[in-house]
């Protein structure tokens, strides 16, 4: 059942608001309650698209394994949001993260603002060094676009967010994990997705593809869900 405003789950976490959602999960603002002055955190709902007790137990092992990549990368990445808690209600799967305080890139990147090549550059620069490592643990994020980079108002840094795409290159027994859950193949964005990641085969190339159409955005101002042609009347930032 999804959670209403002021509910709150395993007794801990308070709903405050609905950040949004769609397909198989919606994601909230909460309070931990359980914690002095109640730091807000961001918590995660994914709703399985079966009901056969074959399929829920190949989701809720892919769900277990998704919770420890994410407690791994958040653990020694500080750019990278760390995970608080995960658990099943209901035979519906939660977790638990950090909540950011900051604004996505999105809101810098408006339509017909090109930004200066030096900023492109800090940019790509701040990114590249958090898929350096996300990579390095054999994981791909999957969906990599503005609204899930955020810069932090304390540091000005970039923290990368929304690891509910990541997929292991493979499992410890081998088997590709989108082979176990076919739901998940089309995970991504369009527009920041390249043709390998559509047909159901992400690689980490496919997240530095995404990263280089976010540069390409920041320099011309334009989505690149949008045409690329005509004269968009750029302003320089």
Not at 59 to 82: C, D, M, S, V, W
Not at 120 to 136: A, D, K, P
């Amino acid at each position: 059942m999804r959670p209403k405003e002021g509910s709150r789950l395993r007794g801990r976490y308070q709903i405050i608001s609905s950040l949004g959602g769609g397909g198989g999960g919606e994601t909230y603002i909460a309070e931990d309650i359980d914690r002095p002055h109640h730091p807000r955190c961001v918590v995660k709902r994914f709703r399985p698209n079966t009901t056969d007790p074959h399929l829920l137990e190949i989701t809720r092992k892919l769900f277990y394994q998704e919770a420890e990549i994410l407690e791994e990368l958040g653990k020694h990445h500080n750019q990278i949001p760390t995970l608080l808690a995960h658990f099943e209600e209901d035979r519906e799967f939660y977790l638990v993260q950090d909540f950011i305080e900051g604004q996505p890139l999105s809101v810098e990147l408006p339509p017909k603002c090109a930004w200066s090549e030096l900023k492109v550059i800090e940019l790509l620069q701040g990114i590249l060094n958090v898929l350096q490592f996300v990579h390095s643990q054999n994981v791909i994020h999957r969906d990599v676009k503005p609204a899930n980079i955020i810069r932090q108002y304390q540091d000005r840094k970039l923290v990368l967010i929304d690891f509910g795409a990541v997929k292991q290159i493979r499992d410890p027994s081998g088997v590709e994990l989108t082979r176990l859950n076919p739901t998940t193949i089309s995970i991504g964005t369009e527009g920041y997705m390249p043709i390998e990641q559509m047909r159901g085969r992400p690689r980490p190339s496919s997240d530095l593809y995404a990263l280089g159409m976010i540069g390409i955005q920041a320099l011309t101002g334009i989505s690149p869900t949008k045409s690329l042609s005509g004269n968009p009347g750029f302003v320089r930032d």
